[in-house]
């Protein structure tokens, strides 16, 4: 049994438990929404979202009870929630395990946050990958429903509030808020301009709220047991609550682990994970997903909280922790990354849609034992032009494994290219003997 409390896996843990509406309800679920549906003012319920200090799980870490209250207070029309379903961040599988194994928990969080912004339509944007997931939410949504927990008059408090899924088409582009949107109208995934921004500018051009699984998984939870409780949890005051890391590459067991967010890596990879599967050390770990720049042995101290992962260079992102040992080609692992965003690149601007394919390029010619050692001078200009240009943050996710990999492992770089260049001097002996 893990040693910290569990919150968000408790249920599924339990013997027995299905996820149905019965077991949900059994295991006290939507007791948070009988608690203040009616009865506490919306606004209640955001100063307790704020108060908790849950910020977003997504990736980007934003304080969630301020997203919320960006919205136009005197606003009078539709206002919409979205829920983030879209994981295709690589290494990254917590949001999969919330939705198969416990929807209710979800689909409750997604009502009191509607609760709390006034929409009475919320879209699931889940993956398109994720057919069993959708065909889970579905039923759950049906169950709630019959339940009188979703749709008009909930619970007799004169409140409506509708959920639909919505299957995207496997664009990893999608996850970005703005392109999950576009997506949502039926139009191409491409990332809008900011400002303006989805509080007031959103789906179908109304004020809309984009959370992830995670964050509105929580709701539940600290409406129940009061924001106090969740905010002595974890790193107060900034990184408060559990967190669900997805622990994956070479260790003896890999998986999702809740723990409070603060512990170190050091704990999740080596008391949670297992360790290293072979009898070889770490060598390098990536903190946050894909997008999030590399780590090394040296930073095993460093905790799993936001402020203390960006100090040491990288981000806690999506909380997908990739896990590689010694005898690791690292400047492969780089082009491997670098080849997946290069594929899922949206192509909407220039600098990303032109030298994530540059980057590939040089890559692969340095892999193979063709490079030069100016294509590492070539590999930090093509990387620089593009962090900062482009419309979302995708940009800066695709330079992070070359740039994070160049500053800790640049010997390996070199190596290749001196293997290249010697070979090439061999090849031209007999011509110069001649």
């Known amino acids: 049994m893990p040693k910290h409390e569990l919150i968000l896996l408790k ?12 077991d949900y309800e059994r295991a006290g679920g939507y007791q948070a929404l009988r608690k203040v549906v009616g ?50 961040e690589p290494g990254t599988f917590k949001d999969r395990q919330l939705i198969e194994r416990d929807p209710h928990q ?15 339509t919320a879209y699931i944007y889940i993956r398109g990958e994720f057919v069993l997931g959708a065909k889970i939410l579905e039923q759950a949504i049906a169950e709630a429903r019959t339940a009188g927990y979703i749709g008009s008059n909930i619970l007799g408090a004169g409140i409506t509030v509708n959920v639909w899924v919505h299957r995207g088409a496997g664009a990893y582009i999608c996850g970005e808020e703005t392109a999950l949107l576009e997506s949502l109208e039926g139009k191409r995934g491409l990332p809008r301009f900011k400002p303006p921004f989805p509080a007031t500018n959103g789906l179908y051009n109304k004020p809309t709220v984009v959370n992830n699984i995670e964050t509105l998984a929580n709701l539940p939870h600290i409406v129940v047991r009061g924001p106090e409780w969740f905010a002595s949890i974890g790193s107060p005051p900034k990184s408060t609550g559990t967190r669900v890391f997805c622990v994956s590459g070479h260790v003896k067991q890999p998986g999702n682990y809740e723990v409070p967010m603060g512990v170190t890596f ?20 990536i903190p946050g997903g894909a997008s999030a720049p590399f780590l090394t042995p040296n930073h095993l101290d460093v905790k799993l909280d936001f402020e203390s992962v960006a100090a040491a ?21 780089a082009l491997r990354l670098m080849e997946f965003f290069y594929h899922e690149s949206c192509g909407k601007c220039s600098p990303c849609r032109e030298g994530s394919s540059w980057l590939v390029q040089t890559m692969r010619r340095i892999v193979a034992k063709r490079g030069r050692m100016e294509d590492l001078e070539t590999l930090v200009d093509l990387c620089k032009n593009i962090e900062g240009r482009t419309v979302c943050a995708f940009g800066e996710a695709e330079v992070a494994p070359i740039m994070s990999t160049l500053k800790h492992w640049r010997s390996e770089y070199v190596t290749l290219i001196q293997e290249a260049e010697a070979a090439n001097l061999i090849k031209l002996e007999p011509a110069v003997r001649h």
């Open 313 to 333: 260079g990288s981000m806690l992102g999506s909380g997908g922790v990739t896990v590689m040992e010694e005898g690791t080609d690292i400047v492969w692992a």
């Open 39 to 88: 009865k506490v003012p919306p606004a209640g319920v955001t100063g307790m979202v704020m108060k908790s200090g849950l910020r977003g799980r997504g990736g980007a870490g934003f304080p969630t009870g301020l997203k919320w209250n960006f919205l136009p207070k005197d606003y009078i029309g539709p206002k919409y929630l979205c829920c983030n379903a879209d994981e295709s």
């Open 11 to 22: 249920n599924m843990m339990e013997p027995g438990y299905t996820g149905s509406l019965h």
């Open 266 to 285: 050091r704990e999740l990879i080596y008391e949670h994970a297992g360790g290293m599967r072979s009898d070889k050390s770490l060598k390098a770990f």
């Open 106 to 120: 979800i689909l409750e969080g997604i009502l009191l946050a509607c609760y709390a912004i006034g929409s009475e």
